[in-house]
């Protein structure tokens, strides 16, 4: 009879099932990616996502099969994301050439590039047919985009009256451009402020302005929220765990309170019974900073039954994939289906072809 | 064997004195009068500072008055480690008392963990006991115990009595016969200089020969830099419970007599005062 220490994760193993869990996570582009640690000795898996809900609603399985609520997501995605299929790629300089742009095409997506002040700007159909015009820029490594939305009442979010635009950069950076109308009247410096720096590109002009009536339809209503999943290696339990965080757009994290709040419904009778078992505030054993951690000390007992099912039917098991599907979605975390179809790299267990009888 | 039982005590009721003081720019009615207290190594800030909240709200509008946290020189101090920890890693070679500013806005959320109740802190200290026991034993004596001895341990913390709590940990601290120690050493490795907050590996007590580890095993093995090289000066200090054990300590034995109430031994390296 199989003890249950038999399914105790190895830390190279680990790695392993991560390397293949990164390399499937590429081809169906689906944002995991692989972390180290500043002296290279520990590694973990990361994803960063954006969810949209309705303010002070929680999500329930009503709300994510409504077919306005997934259009409006899959829009917000457009919104904050740079879309991963773009490929081609021309450069130039603009004004002062401090900075030097680069626009991405996808080469078979509809597309037509028209001039805005020096800055060029890419139209393209997005999915669902919405146009989309895009200007892009590249500071410092980061790729950023502004999106001017004038499709569906969706607009760029403003605030106040200081016309500026938020935004998400690829790597996730909260971003602000402003409009300081100080060269003129068809003129305007842009200044962006990521993290830590503060810069400017000068020459790009707005051809209409946005007024104070026009504000985002988007944030009146809903609310996004930044997610990020981190999973690391616990040596002491031998299992890969859960960690995660989450945060409005104006930076303020959620409270462990409003993280219970949105774990989906049928979860959440599990967690009422011991939530302090489950889901606590903890520090990252890597980062230094509050993440949450879905507790690990349990993995092993209901991993263990996933793995000899398994294992029963010969079928090549990641345990990663295993485990995240089974705890990913009382976080909100979903796999896409593709994962479980995984095939093997190699086949190491020679008796599966041949099934002997015994 | 009752010179090892002594130490029990002495780590057990080891004392740091402190001083509490208001930050300057908290708002307040009259002016905040510092808090002196000593503060038991083994515990946590929040477990054991009550009466400092309670002092400083006398002299605070209502609505001034949100989570407390403390900050020790511009440094946030992580309540969720145990107190003669924070002391050893931050403060150890300044002159007492310990002086810790007291804040209750501006909550650093970047950098320090929430703890609204008690509830917290019994749930954090219970979960750095089981991963400890996780170790040892593979969680076999731990999960054997009742909710009522788990209790039992965090009572005897949080009321600070020694011999209720070492009734139930003096099980956590046996082995089978058959071995000379157990199956992992709990332990945590703590440097303020590095982003990692610690370093925790896998380390047994014993070679495969049967030879004790020592302390100087671990740094070896864990953390090479703490140990000196041969032709330098010691730069840095190994320090458990505000002294440097002697490198050549088992580590078995440190385990089971300086731990910390969560069963983890805690061990700082602080650059060596230059006198």
């Given at each position: 009879m199989a003890d249950a220490e038999d399914f105790f994760l190895e830390e190279k193993k680990f790695k392993q099932y991560c390397e293949e869990f990164i390399k499937h996570s590429q081809e169906i582009g689906d944002g995991w990616e692989w972390r180290t640690t500043k002296d290279l000795a520990d590694g973990y898996l990361s994803k960063t996502h954006f969810e949209v809900r309705n303010r002070n609603i929680p999500p329930d399985l009503e709300e994510r099969n409504d077919n306005t609520e997934q259009m409006l997501f899959t829009r917000v995605e457009k919104l904050y994301k740079v879309p991963w299929n773009l490929t081609y790629e021309r450069s130039w300089y603009l004004g002062t050439d401090c900075y030097r742009h680069k626009f991405l095409i996808c080469s078979n997506m509809r597309s037509r590039i028209s001039t805005v002040g020096n800055a060029e700007v890419l139209h393209y159909l997005g999915h669902y047919g919405i146009e989309t015009s895009a200007v892009l820029f590249e500071i410092y490594g980061h790729q950023v985009f502004i999106v001017k939305l004038f499709f569906q009442?969706?607009?760029?979010r403003k605030i106040h009256r200081s016309k500026s635009l938020e935004f998400i950069s690829t790597e996730g950076h909260l971003c602000t451009w402003q409009l300081c109308?100080?060269?003129?009247?068809t003129e305007s410096l842009l200044t962006c402020r990521l993290p830590g720096m503060c810069l400017g590109a000068q020459g790009v002009r707005y051809q209409e302005s946005l007024d104070d009536?026009?504000?985002?339809g988007i944030c009146a209503t809903k609310e996004v929220i930044r997610y990020e999943y981190h999973v690391l290696y616990s040596s002491s339990y031998q299992v890969p765990v859960l960690y995660f965080r989450a945060c409005f757009l104006d930076g303020r994290p959620l409270t462990l309170d409003e993280i219970w709040k949105s774990v989906h419904a049928c979860y959440q009778a599990h967690l009422l019974e011991g939530p302090w078992d489950t889901i606590t505030q903890q520090e990252?054993?890597?980062?230094?900073q509050p993440f949450f951690v879905l507790h690990p000390c349990r993995t092993n007992e209901f991993m263990s039954s996933i793995l000899t099912e398994s294992q029963k039917q010969n079928r090549h098991t990641n345990y990663i994939i295993l485990w995240l599907s089974t705890v990913g979605p009382v976080v909100g975390l979903n796999l896409p289906l593709?994962?479980?179809k995984l095939a093997p790299?190699?086949?190491?267990?020679?008796?599966s072809v041949e099934r002997p009888l015994r | 064997m009752t010179d090892d039982k002594d130490v029990l005590r002495d780590v057990w009721f080891g004392r740091i004195p402190t001083c509490f003081t208001l930050y300057q720019d908290e708002i307040t009615e009259r002016e905040a009068e510092p808090y002196y207290l000593l503060l038991?190594?083994?515990?946590?800030l929040t477990l054991v500072t009550d009466k400092v909240k309670k002092h400083f709200q006398k002299v605070m509008?209502?609505?001034?008055?949100?989570e407390i946290w403390f900050e020790y020189e511009g440094t946030p101090l992580k309540?969720?480690?145990?107190i003669g920890l924070l002391f050893d890693l931050?403060?150890?070679?300044?002159?007492?008392?310990w002086c810790i500013t007291v804040h209750?806005?501006?909550?650093p959320e970047k950098d320090l963990l929430h703890c609204h109740s008690k509830d917290v802190i019994e749930a954090h200290f219970m979960a750095c006991i089981k991963e400890a026991d996780a170790l040892k034993h593979k969680s076999q004596v731990i999960n054997e115990m009742q909710k009522k001895d788990h209790k039992q341990l965090w009572m005897g913390l949080q009321n600070d009595k020694f011999e209720q709590f070492w009734a139930i940990n003096r099980k956590l601290m046996e082995y089978p016969p058959?071995?000379?120690?157990?199956?992992y050493i709990p332990f945590r490795i703590y440097q303020a200089?590095?982003?990692?907050p610690f370093i925790q590996k896998l380390f047994r007590p014993?070679?495969?020969?049967g030879q004790l580890h020592t302390l100087g095993d671990l740094l070896k093995d864990?953390?090479?830099?703490a140990i000196t090289p041969?032709?330098?000066?010691?730069?840095?200090q190994v320090m458990i419970h505000g002294i440097e054990p002697m490198?050549?300590?088992?580590i078995q034995w440190l385990s089971e007599h300086m731990s910390y109430p969560d069963n983890f031994l805690h061990i700082s390296i602080i650059p060596r005062p230059t006198d």
């Amino acid at each position: 009879m199989a003890d249950a220490e038999d399914f105790f994760l190895e830390e190279k193993k680990f790695k392993q099932y991560c390397e293949e869990f990164i390399k499937h996570s590429q081809e169906i582009g689906d944002g995991w990616e692989w972390r180290t640690t500043k002296d290279l000795a520990d590694g973990y898996l990361s994803k960063t996502h954006f969810e949209v809900r309705n303010r002070n609603i929680p999500p329930d399985l009503e709300e994510r099969n409504d077919n306005t609520e997934q259009m409006l997501f899959t829009r917000v995605e457009k919104l904050y994301k740079v879309p991963w299929n773009l490929t081609y790629e021309r450069s130039w300089y603009l004004g002062t050439d401090c900075y030097r742009h680069k626009f991405l095409i996808c080469s078979n997506m509809r597309s037509r590039i028209s001039t805005v002040g020096n800055a060029e700007v890419l139209h393209y159909l997005g999915h669902y047919g919405i146009e989309t015009s895009a200007v892009l820029f590249e500071i410092y490594g980061h790729q950023v985009f502004i999106v001017k939305l004038f499709f569906q009442g969706l607009k760029c979010r403003k605030i106040h009256r200081s016309k500026s635009l938020e935004f998400i950069s690829t790597e996730g950076h909260l971003c602000t451009w402003q409009l300081c109308p100080k060269f003129g009247l068809t003129e305007s410096l842009l200044t962006c402020r990521l993290p830590g720096m503060c810069l400017g590109a000068q020459g790009v002009r707005y051809q209409e302005s946005l007024d104070d009536s026009e504000v985002a339809g988007i944030c009146a209503t809903k609310e996004v929220i930044r997610y990020e999943y981190h999973v690391l290696y616990s040596s002491s339990y031998q299992v890969p765990v859960l960690y995660f965080r989450a945060c409005f757009l104006d930076g303020r994290p959620l409270t462990l309170d409003e993280i219970w709040k949105s774990v989906h419904a049928c979860y959440q009778a599990h967690l009422l019974e011991g939530p302090w078992d489950t889901i606590t505030q903890q520090e990252h054993p890597l980062l230094g900073q509050p993440f949450f951690v879905l507790h690990p000390c349990r993995t092993n007992e209901f991993m263990s039954s996933i793995l000899t099912e398994s294992q029963k039917q010969n079928r090549h098991t990641n345990y990663i994939i295993l485990w995240l599907s089974t705890v990913g979605p009382v976080v909100g975390l979903n796999l896409p289906l593709s994962y479980a179809k995984l095939a093997p790299e190699q086949n190491t267990n020679p008796d599966s072809v041949e099934r002997p009888l015994r | 064997m009752t010179d090892d039982k002594d130490v029990l005590r002495d780590v057990w009721f080891g004392r740091i004195p402190t001083c509490f003081t208001l930050y300057q720019d908290e708002i307040t009615e009259r002016e905040a009068e510092p808090y002196y207290l000593l503060l038991p190594r083994i515990s946590y800030l929040t477990l054991v500072t009550d009466k400092v909240k309670k002092h400083f709200q006398k002299v605070m509008r209502q609505d001034e008055v949100s989570e407390i946290w403390f900050e020790y020189e511009g440094t946030p101090l992580k309540w969720h480690y145990p107190i003669g920890l924070l002391f050893d890693l931050h403060a150890s070679n300044t002159a007492l008392p310990w002086c810790i500013t007291v804040h209750f806005k501006n909550f650093p959320e970047k950098d320090l963990l929430h703890c609204h109740s008690k509830d917290v802190i019994e749930a954090h200290f219970m979960a750095c006991i089981k991963e400890a026991d996780a170790l040892k034993h593979k969680s076999q004596v731990i999960n054997e115990m009742q909710k009522k001895d788990h209790k039992q341990l965090w009572m005897g913390l949080q009321n600070d009595k020694f011999e209720q709590f070492w009734a139930i940990n003096r099980k956590l601290m046996e082995y089978p016969p058959e071995e000379n120690g157990f199956r992992y050493i709990p332990f945590r490795i703590y440097q303020a200089t590095t982003e990692r907050p610690f370093i925790q590996k896998l380390f047994r007590p014993t070679a495969s020969g049967g030879q004790l580890h020592t302390l100087g095993d671990l740094l070896k093995d864990v953390c090479p830099s703490a140990i000196t090289p041969e032709d330098g000066e010691q730069k840095t200090q190994v320090m458990i419970h505000g002294i440097e054990p002697m490198l050549e300590t088992p580590i078995q034995w440190l385990s089971e007599h300086m731990s910390y109430p969560d069963n983890f031994l805690h061990i700082s390296i602080i650059p060596r005062p230059t006198d």
